[in-house]
């Protein structure tokens, strides 16, 4: 079975600090791994993905394959990075289905 | 304008009650999904549909029959409807099933009250 913890329900940080959303994740074979966030009045919409390396609103994520993690980081936060954050895995026979984490509501003061 | 709509966005309704939720893409997709999140905000998947055939169905009850008449409708059909039902049903589309390539696109939700 597949599984996606994100530890932290809420996450409070200020403008300008550094921010890092925790995602771990349990599956036995080669995972595929995403960050999918939801702007207030917004559609969810998918933030980033683990292979390709990139770097989306200045935020980056790199897969622990020893950890079985994929944390989520800003090294300077802005007030329009606040939003919910969802972490997804997908793999294997799950083709075509993402597993989702529980969500972190990210909010950043000024 | 170019998206996934569902409607309605909000249904409040009465237990024991047979309710529909429905969902159009217009980007040209393949696949189509239910995901249901709860109140504690797990999106978790019930259906999907690949060109109208059914691909994925995730332990749901009968009582949820979801139809797609086209590859660009996925509605999702609710009988005998139930407290535990409430929830916020959202609809989504990818290009096609491989799920690293084709991004999910989601709807706006619809937030079911069952009372």
């Known amino acids: 079975a597949q599984r996606v913890t994100q530890p932290e329900k809420l996450l409070s940080v200020f403008k300008g600090a550094p921010v890092e959303l925790k995602c771990n994740y349990s599956?036995?074979?080669?995972?595929?791994l995403f960050w999918y966030v939801q702007y207030s009045r917004q559609r969810l919409q998918l933030l980033l993905r683990h292979i390709s390396r990139e770097s989306i609103k200045g935020f980056t994520a790199d897969l622990n394959k020893g950890e079985t993690s994929f944390h989520l980081k800003k090294p300077f936060a802005q007030e329009e990075d606040s939003a919910m954050y969802y972490c997804?895995?997908?793999?294997?026979?799950?083709?075509?289905?993402?597993?989702f984490g529980q969500g972190t509501i990210l909010t950043v003061h000024p | 304008d170019t998206a996934v709509s569902q409607t309605p966005k909000y249904l409040v309704t009465q237990m024991g009650n047979d309710k529909s939720i429905k969902c159009e893409q217009n980007?040209?997709?393949?696949?189509m999904y239910w995901y249901k999140q709860d109140s504690k905000k797990f999106l978790k998947i019930m259906f999907s549909?690949?060109?109208?055939?059914?691909?994925i169905n995730e332990t749901v009850p009968n009582r949820f029959s979801p139809k797609s008449p086209d590859k660009a409708h996925l509605n999702l059909h609710i009988n005998s409807l139930e407290l535990g039902d409430s929830a916020v049903y959202f609809c989504?589309?990818?290009?096609?099933?491989?799920?690293?390539?084709?991004?999910?696109?989601f709807g706006n939700g619809t937030r079911l009250t069952v009372t």
């Open positions: 599956y036995s074979g080669s995972p595929e």
């Open positions: 980007l040209g997709h393949d696949t």
């Open positions: 989504a589309s990818s290009q096609d099933m491989d799920s690293y390539n084709s991004p999910l696109h």
């Open positions: 549909y690949n060109n109208k055939e059914l691909i």
């Open positions: 997804a895995l997908a793999g294997g026979t799950s083709y075509g289905k993402l597993t």
